[in-house]
């Protein structure tokens, strides 16, 4: 069974930084797209950044390019994302997402129907 454990929330002031971090276990390869997403309280979930299976491939969401940086090491099953600039926008539940082994990257990365395992989110907030 694939599970995600994402760690590295918390509270930081406007401008700061933070890096997220989502262990898997359960993989018996290293051929999935990952993905990041968030929820900010009454809002719906919203992509922020995918990579493909061996981090050649990234895409963001407009409102966090230049500021966040998602990458990967799967020698040790973990995706991160560098988050710099942060401001109150930002804040909300930060979710890691999987495709299913044997995915290199996904047709629409940046919806949440083609993921099929996702962590259970850390908490990000950041103070104005």
């Known amino acids: 069974q694939v599970q995600l454990v994402e760690s590295g929330g918390g509270l930081v002031q406007a401008g700061g930084s933070l890096r997220l971090s989502c262990a898997a276990s359960g993989r018996t390869s290293s051929t999935y797209a990952m993905g990041w997403f968030r929820q900010a309280p009454g809002k719906e979930r919203e992509f922020v950044a995918a990579?493909?299976?061996?981090?050649?491939?990234?895409t963001y969401v407009d409102s966090v390019k230049g500021r966040f940086t998602i990458s990967r090491d799967n020698a040790k099953n973990t995706v991160y994302l560098q988050m710099n600039g942060l401001n109150p926008e930002d804040t909300a539940v930060y979710f890691c997402?999987?495709?299913?082994?044997?995915?290199?990257?996904?047709?629409?990365?940046?919806?949440?129907?083609?993921?099929?395992?996702w962590g259970r989110g850390t908490q990000v907030t950041v103070s104005s």
């Open positions: 990579i493909s299976s061996r981090g050649g491939v990234t």
């Open positions: 997402a999987s495709s299913r082994e044997g995915y290199s990257w996904l047709p629409n990365p940046r919806q949440a129907s083609e993921y099929n395992y």
